[in-house]
């Protein structure tokens, strides 16, 4: 049983919102929008189908956009006109909340149940669907693994020697699937559940909040439980809207730059951008291609000869965009232009740092949280940074470390344990500092060896890192980075605000910015439990 899929099960039946990780380190809107090329430059622009009426997602009260995104020279960037060309793209993320809002009642509900009958128990939630789901389902025969490869063989591109594990671990996680969904099935066949809509829609108002969607043996469930659950979800598709415009809104800067510019010189836009580029779109030669092959040959299959015009054509490709980026930098330099499209600020997440590795004091006014991945060189960069706030913030900054190991990284669970371990022996710095000094020798007998060079008592240290008496930890902290929409590392908060841009300028301007509103997270977590 995989850790991160263990995770998944437990939020598939408390409710936790997960989103997709999809890179170890996720780019921020600002790093998504470009400055070139044109869309003039690549072909007449196509008019957009008439917009589609969507449900209402709620995802724009707090960040509606203003009319005019920008005006360049005098003249007005509509934000309507933005929107009108990334109308389907937009549409498609904001469905995402729209259809998740009518599952979240569900996982709302199922939530409640499991919490009462593991408090029925005696015991965790974790512990019951280990026991209900995990230890009930068995891994798939041989015989069942290949005969799935033989029905789904014409989909699989390999043999089935290269894929027998991973069939084995797909059908694993539908069996676990199917057993959580009829485990949940039993609890609400024996208990009191009333739901109390038909559909589940966007609070209009804060009033709305209160509304109850569904009570679960007495007890409310509202419309504010369920947008506090999607809050993630819902930042991270403003942040992607505002991707998409910002993208399209560069584009759009450019064309107008592009129309001025041939109007003064009394040429056409086309003619211009002829004029321009061509004399500086240098000509990728054989050596340029034949390096690029060698350098990448570990990520290419084939040989050199079969891909030579690929790779020139791939290649040529990129110096026609440089040459654009260049040409579009060129008129941006002279010509003046404001900005009105915002980044959507991100929400306050509530994120418990009880019981976890920290440096400062408890009550300063500023928590900086990092959900980190020992096996992650982005995680080891920022190590320092972060270190280097807590010092130079004294009283007032507080570093959190919580883990959060990507399934990608094979030792990194057991990485974030071994933490733990070192942490129970009063050495968590000095073991962490150690495994990022040692990202790629992090097997569990390195591990070990790692505990006597920082002094740990390896008889114990041993004993229960081979038991896995933290793996509990680790798997609430990933819960707990899921239900804040964690999906890749680092991720960072600053008083409970997710920070996209990770320089030491920008993470210093945030705690600076934090200092100047009055209240800790630890004050608003209270407050929230309260």
Not at 91 to 106: C, F, P, T, Y
Not at 363 to 375: H, K, M
Not at 438 to 463: C, I, M, P, T
Request: aromatic share 6%; proline share 4%; with cysteine.
């Amino acid at each position: 049983m995989k850790p991160r899929f263990f995770v998944l099960i437990i939020a598939m039946m408390i409710g936790a919102s997960v989103t997709t990780a999809q890179s170890s380190s996720p780019a921020s809107p600002s790093q998504q929008a470009q400055t070139g090329p044109t869309k003039q430059a690549a072909s007449e622009q196509v008019p957009k189908p008439a917009e589609k009426k969507v449900e209402d997602c709620g995802c724009e009260a707090a960040n509606t956009p203003i009319d005019v995104a920008a005006i360049v020279n005098g003249v007005k960037i509509t934000t309507k006109e933005i929107d009108d060309q990334v109308n389907d793209e937009k549409s498609g993320l904001q469905k995402q909340v729209v259809d998740a809002r009518r599952r979240e009642l569900n996982l709302q509900i199922n939530s409640r149940l499991l919490e009462a009958e593991a408090t029925r128990r005696g015991t965790t939630a974790a512990n019951v669907l280990e026991q209900e789901i995990i230890a009930a389902v068995k891994d798939p025969t041989d015989a069942e693994t290949q005969a799935f490869y033989d029905e789904n063989k014409s989909r699989i591109p390999g043999p089935f020697r290269d894929f027998k594990q991973q069939i084995v671990e797909y059908i694993k996680a539908q069996r676990q699937e199917g057993a959580a969904k009829k485990f949940a099935d039993k609890l609400r066949s024996a208990a009191d559940v009333k739901i109390l809509v038909q559909t589940v829609t966007a609070p209009q108002s804060e009033s709305d909040r209160a509304k109850v969607l569904a009570t679960v043996n007495g007890a409310a469930i509202t419309s504010g439980d369920v947008e506090n659950a999607l809050k993630p979800l819902i930042y991270d598709v403003q942040l992607r809207v505002y991707g998409l415009r910002k993208a399209e809104l560069a584009l759009r800067i450019n064309d107008l730059l592009l129309e001025q510019e041939a109007q003064k010189r009394k040429i056409t836009p086309k003619a211009l951008v002829d004029a321009e580029l061509t004399p500086n779109v240098k000509k990728v030669s054989e050596a340029e291609a034949k390096k690029f092959f060698e350098d990448n040959k570990d990520q290419i299959e084939g040989e050199y000869e079969q891909l030579k015009d690929q790779i020139v054509d791939h290649l040529q490709k990129k110096e026609q965009r440089r040459a654009e980026v260049v040409f579009a930098d060129r008129l941006r330099q002279g010509a003046k232009i404001e900005m009105n499209l915002k980044e959507p600020e991100s929400p306050v997440f509530q994120i418990a740092t009880d019981d976890q590795p920290s440096r400062g004091k408890a009550d300063a006014p500023v928590t900086i949280v990092e959900f980190t991945d020992f096996e992650c060189s982005t995680c080891q960069q920022s190590q320092p940074v972060l270190e280097k706030l807590a010092q130079d913030f004294p009283a007032k900054v507080r570093l959190v470390v919580r883990d959060y190991p990507l399934e990608k990284h094979k030792n990194a669970f057991k990485a974030a344990e071994a933490a733990e371990a070192a942490r129970e022996q009063g050495k968590y710095w000095d073991y962490s500092a150690v495994l990022f000094e040692n990202q790629k020798e992090l097997g569990v007998e390195k591990l070990k060896e790692y505990a006597s060079k920082v002094g740990l008592d390896r008889k114990k240290f041993d004993a229960e890192l081979d038991a896995g008496k933290y793996a509990a930890k680790v798997q609430r902290d990933m819960q707990d980075g899921m239900r804040a929409g964690v999906s890749g590392t680092p991720t960072i908060f600053i008083n409970g605000r997710r920070v996209s841009d990770r320089t030491y300028e920008a993470l210093r301007a945030a705690v600076e910015e934090a200092l100047k509103t009055p209240g800790s997270q630890s004050e608003r977590r209270d407050a929230d439990r309260r």
